[in-house]
């Protein structure tokens, strides 16, 4: 069936250290990829998308990576900041299925000051 | 920036009762959904609308309703509640854009 899964369940990092936090998929059939930050007790808020005809997207201290070959799709944080901790998820998306989300579990990013 | 409005941040409810959680965006989206979040089982969705008075059932639909009757809203029923209903409760308008959650509590 179709899942979208992470696999580092939490992540531990020094301020000012790069984050990586990863994700793999199994539906190939997607036209892209959001990746979303949640904060305690608020809504998942949109972070970057990346389309399935992209490998790389870039923006402000974030750059997502996509690898099709491996199904495999990453978000890297430049220069962690205290205020980045939050969980993390990424989610898979098929506009030819009215757009429904396919989410991962998340992962936990802990900045250490 | 779109809006995606949930009525209430925290509701508390007696098992039986019935509940409506209201979502409402600002920037004509046809698709709506409704997703709930638990510990360990990540969002999953309930229902969705990709048009006034058009529903579809998501992953999770048993215990719940919705209501579209007009573009903007998008309502969740849950028609009797009951203890294992208690969750985060999330909207998205357009697919992408969350509210900030309604954290019901069903005693």
């Known amino acids: 069936g179709e899942s979208v899964g992470l696999h580092l369940p939490t992540l531990s990092v020094q301020e000012g250290d790069n984050s990586i936090i990863n994700c793999a998929y199994s539906?190939?059939?997607?036209?892209?990829f959001i990746w979303y930050k949640q904060e305690s007790g608020k809504g998942p808020q949109f972070i970057i998308d990346?389309?399935?005809n992209m490998d790389k997207r870039q923006g402000q201290r974030v750059t997502v990576l996509l690898n099709k070959t491996v199904k495999h799709l990453s978000l890297q944080i430049a220069a962690t900041q205290p205020g980045d901790s939050a969980v993390y998820f990424c989610a898979e998306v098929n506009a030819g299925n009215n757009r429904k989300l396919i989410w991962g579990l998340g992962t936990s990013l802990a900045v250490n000051p | 920036d779109v809006k995606v409005t949930q009525s209430s941040r925290y509701l508390v409810k007696r098992t039986g009762e019935k509940v409506f959680l209201e979502c409402v965006q600002d920037m004509d989206h046809e698709n709506m959904f409704w997703y709930r979040q638990d510990p360990g089982l990540g969002l999953r969705l309930i229902y969705f609308s990709y048009d006034v008075k058009m529903k579809e059932k998501g992953d999770i639909p048993e215990g719940y309703s919705v209501s579209r009757e007009k573009k903007e809203r998008f309502s969740l029923i849950l028609e009797s509640a009951s203890t294992n209903q208690t969750s985060m409760y999330l909207c998205a308008s357009g697919g992408y854009t969350f509210g900030s959650g309604t954290r019901l509590t069903v005693v």
């Open positions: 990346i389309r399935s």
């Open positions: 539906n190939s059939a997607s036209d892209y």
